[in-house]
Each structure stands twice: as structure tokens, then as C-alpha cells.
């Protein structure tokens, strides 16, 4: 066995490989904002609005929102 080295399989006979993400492809995406971003925002949105509202009642704890204005 010293003097043998052993092959790994090239791949599986009916494995599919994984195909690469083409770069061109882009997925857009929102920042999470949270509420001070929201009032300060010139054109508020539904979503802010509501997330706004939300924040106001007694300790209310906010995790942010997706801004819609903030795709890219």
C-alpha cells in the first residue's frame, strides 16, 4: 500500500453540478432601515409609515425594515 496511490472518483454518475452565478445576473437588494432613517426620509413610503407607528407605542423593540427606496 506504500507505493499505490489511490484515485478519488472524478464524480458520481448521476450527480449534477452546480452551475455558476452568472455576473451579469444581479438580484436586487434592500438595506434595513430603521425608524430614525424612516422620518428623516423625504418620500415615506406605506411600509415606513406603519414601521413609524409601530415604534411609537411604549417599548416597542425594532429590528428595521426593507426601504424600498434603497434597491440596488
Do not use: E, F, W
Not at 5 to 33: E, F, L, R, T, W
Not at 43 to 59: D, E, F, K, L
Amino acid at each position: 500500500m506504500a507505493g499505490k496511490s489511490q484515485a478519488k472518483p472524478s464524480s458520481k454518475p448521476g450527480a449534477k453540478k452546480k452551475k455558476k452565478s452568472d455576473p451579469q445576473h444581479h438580484q436586487p437588494q434592500m438595506k434595513i432601515v430603521t425608524v430614525d432613517t424612516c422620518i428623516a426620509c423625504p418620500t415615506q413610503c406605506q411600509r415606513g409609515i406603519r414601521y413609524i407607528g409601530q415604534m411609537n407605542r411604549p417599548g416597542a423593540i425594532g429590528y428595521g425594515v426593507p426601504c424600498i427606496l434603497t434597491l440596488k
